[in-house]
């Protein structure tokens, strides 16, 4: 059971690139998450998605756009990427009233 | 709105030692509260969870925690540090509302001293 599967697990960009983060969940969950991890800061949640082909923003949204087109996968887009969106990225999902499951993170480098 | 606060971003204890990580809520409605632990380099664990019931969670290796209505904290203790135990410690709490989101804390490192 691979649970929550997260891709890449490193990158590194140019400022003004653009990119998508994988995340995908073999546990038929309907809510998936989107946050990032900062030093200091603890976990931020960027975007979140409470079903199907719904997405909704978090707290720091700016800067990425999602789409969740299939229930297994949520998407993480950074269409302008920028030095303050280096972080490490974790998706995470959950079933109804559960704890998330959390994937292994991706570590982001914008330069 | 719910929020978390973790008092003390480091810890550090002896092995064998007693382990005392700190967090206060804030909730408007009955909160679901959780610890979470990170290895480096990994994703978060699931440590422990309150959701009803009695206060006293007990959880994966040795921890357990106090939820504590009167003085909104949900404490993570251990009795002995064991070397394994550094990591660094997130508690969280979730109202189950809208988009069933959850809050953490800023996280705090935790140290065993041999």
């Known amino acids: 059971n691979a649970g929550v599967t997260q891709t890449p697990k490193f990158r590194v960009l140019k400022t003004g690139q653009s990119m998508t983060l994988l995340c995908a969940q073999d546990m038929n969950h309907e809510y998936m998450y989107w946050y990032r991890q900062d030093p200091g800061m603890g976990l931020r949640l960027i975007h979140y998605?409470?079903?199907?082909?719904?997405?909704a923003k978090g707290e720091v949204p700016d800067g990425y756009n999602v789409s969740r087109l299939k229930k297994q996968n949520f998407l993480l887009g950074l269409e302008s990427a920028a030095p303050s969106q280096t972080s490490v990225y974790f998706c995470a999902s959950r079933p109804g009233t559960s704890p998330l499951h959390f994937g292994n993170g991706t570590r982001l480098t914008v330069t | 709105a719910q929020s978390v606060t973790q008092l003390g971003s480091h810890v550090s204890v002896s092995e064998g030692a007693l382990v005392l990580l700190r967090c206060n809520y804030s909730s408007s409605v009955p909160p679901y509260l959780f610890w979470y632990v990170q290895y480096p380099n990994q994703g978060l664990q699931l440590l422990l969870k309150y959701t009803t019931g009695a206060t006293l969670v007990k959880g994966i290796n040795g921890f357990e925690a106090e939820f504590k209505k009167s003085e909104t904290s949900f404490h993570l203790t251990k009795p002995s540090a064991h070397m394994s135990d550094a990591a660094e410690y997130f508690c969280?709490?979730?109202?189950w509302g809208a988009g069933n989101q959850f809050y953490f804390g800023t996280g705090t490192s935790l140290t065993v001293i041999p």
């Open positions: 969280a709490v979730s109202d």
């Open positions: 998605s409470v079903g199907e082909g719904t997405t």
